[in-house]
Every structure is written in structure tokens, then in C-alpha cells.
């Protein structure tokens, strides 16, 4: 299987466990290693009192993309650092796409960037994050 096969099986895995990814309604567009595209819609439900999106929801979407994009190497990566900068205020019906690619990959340490962009293209959130790399590897066998 080549890497990025491998990759698609991997976040298989991952998705098919993860039903908050999945509650989202986080639609997966690309995945390979080091790189991951994802698209959601937000719904009413997402909003705060402002009747603006939750900031959890874009963090969510960008940690889902983080996880897809630093576990596609094969050995299982978990978060040990993350942020987020909101650029702008998300409304219900907001299509949000979150591109998060690899900005360095080290033995044991990996770092990623994600920028989220609405149907508009806008920018509205950068998120950075740090995983440890574990010796556990994820099953590619199918």
C-alpha cells in the first residue's frame, strides 16, 4: 500500500471511532501523510449566546485535522500542545474548510498548522499544534 493509501486507511480507523468528528457532519476531502483537508457546515446547535459559533467548534474541526494529518505516517501521534487564533466570527450556515499541514517532523515530535477558511474563502481561525510520537503504530493491514 502506498502512503497515502495508508493514510486514507488510517483516518478510516480514526473516523469510524470518532463520533464527535462525526456528530460535526466533518466531511473528509483529502488525506495523506502530514496533510489533512477537511470541510463541516455549522449548524444553529454550534452557536452561542452571541448566536455566533462556539469557539470549541472551530477548534474541534481544526484538532479533528490536526489528529487525520499527524497520524497518517502510521505510528499514533497524541496532541501535546495546541492553540487557536478566532480571525472571525462564524455564522450558522458557514461552510468551514480546515487545512492542516506539517510543518516539521522530528523522531518523537511533530508540528502542524491549520488555517479554517469559510465558503467565502475568508480566513477565520489559525490553530498550531504539537504531538508526540508514540511507538504504538496504527493497524494498515486491511
Known sequence: MNPEERARHIVDQMYDNDAFSQW?????????????????????????????????????????AFAFASNGHGPRAVSVETSISHLRAVQPGDVLTA????????????????????Q???????????????????????
Open 24 to 64: 460535526l457532519g466533518i466531511e473528509r476531502l483529502e488525506e495523506r501523510p502530514g496533510y489533512a483537508q477537511l470541510r463541516m457546515t455549522v449548524r444553529p446547535e454550534m452557536c452561542n449566546g452571541m448566536k455566533i459559533a462556539h469557539g470549541g467548534i472551530t477548534f474541534s474541526l481544526a484538532d479533528s
Open 99 to 118: 487545512t492542516a499541514v506539517e510543518d516539521h517532523l522530528g523522531g518523537k515530535l511533530g508540528h502542524y498548522h491549520v488555517h479554517i477558511h469559510n
Open 120 to 142: 467565502d474563502q475568508a480566513l477565520v481561525a489559525l490553530f498550531k499544534g504539537t504531538v508526540y510520537r508514540l511507538r504504538e503504530t496504527w493497524e494498515t493491514e486491511k
